[in-house]
């Protein structure tokens, strides 16, 4: 590809992957434009700002995505499932998919989920294995999946940050539990390298992660960057599995399975230095909730 001349469709752009890749490309003087419903927020305009072309486009119209990639040679593609649902996410990823392949899109990026191939039954994961197998039956000329694992920018969601700042860090795990964790501008990092080794990674599948740690390791970490003293508490899993099945879920299979990205490997061949948890924890806002991107 060639830096500056190749147009890169970020979706998402004004979210946590998008945005984060977004950036990275901008950042290396690629060619941008940046994919959202809502081109005059200010997340929109600051992307504008940095060089990005800014356009409106919805997942679930597939005429917004057809005149959002037009023209385009690459495309970074991520769906939110807590805002789609499991279903929705599903429609949303092969809908971008097809529309990209229609178009003549030459690179795909794909951000799926860490361990999405491995059958865990958890709902939104196994709807993101659905998705990647709909862009391998596509044919791109080429194409490259990532995976990312549990995002630390969770802990600053409005479902974690206030118990945090009352001093508990209340999660439904084990504390023996070692959960694999990145920080969202590390799969920045990663989206950059996917398009620009694009031949290198056609057809990868590429799990990330940049730390790990138990749930009380966790808490230590996060009391140090926060100024404050944070234990952990381990939620009962009916009580989370009151609200969302889907997330109980996943908090049983990390406690029976877990993740298993190799982060040095990864780091080695991309050179991307990962973001430990107390680096990324010095660098977040623990006074206010920060919205789910």
Not at 166 to 194: C, F, H, N, S
């Amino acid at each position: 590809m060639e830096i500056g001349k190749n147009l890169i469709v970020v979706t998402g752009a004004t979210g946590n992957q998008g945005g984060a890749t977004a950036r990275e490309l901008l950042a290396r003087r690629h060619q941008v434009r940046a994919m959202t419903r809502t081109p005059d927020s200010p997340a929109a305009r600051e992307l504008a700002r940095l060089g990005a072309e800014v356009v409106a486009g919805d997942l679930d119209d597939a005429a917004s995505l057809e005149r959002a990639l037009a023209g385009a040679w690459g495309v970074f593609a991520v769906q939110n499932t807590w805002e789609a649902g499991v279903e929705r996410e599903e429609e949303q990823g092969k809908r971008i998919a097809e529309v990209a392949r229609g178009q003549g899109v030459q690179h795909y990026v794909y951000t799926s989920v860490a361990s999405a191939h491995r059958k865990t039954g958890i709902p939104h994961f196994d709807n993101k294995w659905r998705v990647e197998e709909r862009v391998r039956a596509l044919g791109f000329p080429s194409y490259t999946i990532l995976r990312p694992v549990f995002f630390m920018e969770n802990f600053v969601l409005p479902s974690f940050l206030p118990g945090i700042q009352q001093g508990q860090l209340a999660v439904a795990l084990k504390p023996e539990t070692v959960l694999q964790m990145i920080a969202v501008a590390d799969i920045g990092k990663y989206g950059r390298w996917a398009f620009e080794n694009h031949a290198a990674l056609n057809g990868r599948a590429v799990d990330l992660a940049g730390d790990r740690a138990t749930m009380p390791a966790t808490a230590e970490i996060l009391s140090k960057a926060a100024r404050r003293e944070v234990k952990f508490v381990p939620v009962p899993i009916e009580e989370v599995r009151k609200f969302s099945m889907d997330y109980a879920l996943m908090l049983e299979w990390f406690d029976r399975v877990g993740y298993e990205a190799d982060i040095a490997k990864t780091s080695a061949e991309s050179g991307i230095r990962p973001t430990r948890l107390a680096e990324w924890a010095t660098t977040a806002k623990w006074t206010s909730p920060v919205a789910a991107g």
